[in-house]
């Protein structure tokens, strides 16, 4: 048996992860989805092109919420390729109204119902609701024939629901938004700083750090962390956090999982589920 006879046929890729732009490409290389497309059109192509993934693979797309860096692209994408969008009913009226993504057409779109599993390309695909302030803000977790992921980007803080999804996952995209220090003594205004770190905002290093440290499992394949600040953290900040809060529970990483941070701009490559 060759090596990649041994690799899942169900694959991640993140374009993007950050505040300026999110998208992640989830399924087979011949078959998937979109979560977000939060930078341009033209951005999602080359990306999907030189990870060897043809635009009409992309059978849908979920958004998590409609904040820009979520749904930059999405109007323009899907007018060149008509795909189908799934969202919460706030979120699709907050798309119908937003700025870059008032003209998408309305016949795209289709309601997701939390907590509600559905199925898309043999994928079990169930979302559920994240404390933030874009509109009909979700979470997704999804199974592939047993192989699972779950998506838990812009959260202001862990409930008992988002835990549940990611304890349950194999592979986990979780965020770690901003270092605190750094949002303390950074220059943001102090609202804004109020509203990153409320329960509304985004998680610190900290929170999914102590959060991993608590569920980690041998089995997890991936841990990647997502949406990291451009002005509030740095990938190194991100991972000696989590490195720091695993030794404090005294967790040691097995060999088969990888943690790593995804970059804000440009694509991990296939990430093997
Ligand atoms: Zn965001
Ligand atoms: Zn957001």
Redesign the pocket.
């Known amino acids: 048996m060759d090596l990649f006879s041994c690799l899942s046929p169900f694959v991640f890729c993140s374009f993007a992860s950050g505040s300026s732009g999110n998208c992640y490409y989830v399924g087979k290389q011949d078959e998937g989805l979109l979560v977000d497309v939060g930078i341009s059109a033209k951005q999602v192509k080359e990306h999907l092109s030189r990870n060897d993934i043809r635009t009409e693979s992309v059978k849908a797309i979920l958004i998590?919420?409609d904040?820009i860096?979520?749904v930059l692209g999405l109007e323009k994408f899907t007018k060149d390729c008509p795909t189908p969008i799934y969202a919460h009913s706030d979120c699709l009226l907050g798309l119908a109204e937003g700025k870059a993504t008032k003209g998408t057409d309305h016949g795209l779109f289709h309601e997701v119902e939390p907590m509600q599993p559905f199925g898309l390309l043999g994928i079990t695909i169930e979302a559920f609701p994240v404390m933030?302030?874009?509109r009909g803000?979700l979470g997704y977790c999804f199974d592939f024939e047993g192989h699972t992921l779950t998506i838990a980007?812009?959260i202001g803080m862990l409930d008992n629901v988002v835990k549940d999804y990611i304890r349950r996952s194999d592979n986990i995209v979780i965020e770690a938004n901003y270092d605190t220090e750094m949002l303390e003594k950074g220059r943001y205004p102090f609202p804004l700083k109020q509203r990153i770190a409320g329960p509304f905002g985004?998680l610190s290093n900290e929170e999914s750090a102590r959060f991993i440290a608590e569920i980690y499992r041998p089995e997890i394949k991936h841990i990647m962390l997502c949406h990291l600040s451009e002005n509030n953290n740095t990938p190194e900040l991100a991972m000696q956090c989590l490195y720091h809060q695993l030794s404090r529970r005294h967790v040691r990483l097995d060999t088969n999982t990888s943690v790593f941070p995804l970059p804000r701009h440009r694509s991990t490559g296939m990430v093997y589920l």
Do not use: K, V
């Open positions: 998590t919420h904040h860096d979520h933030h302030d874009g803000a980007t812009d985004h």
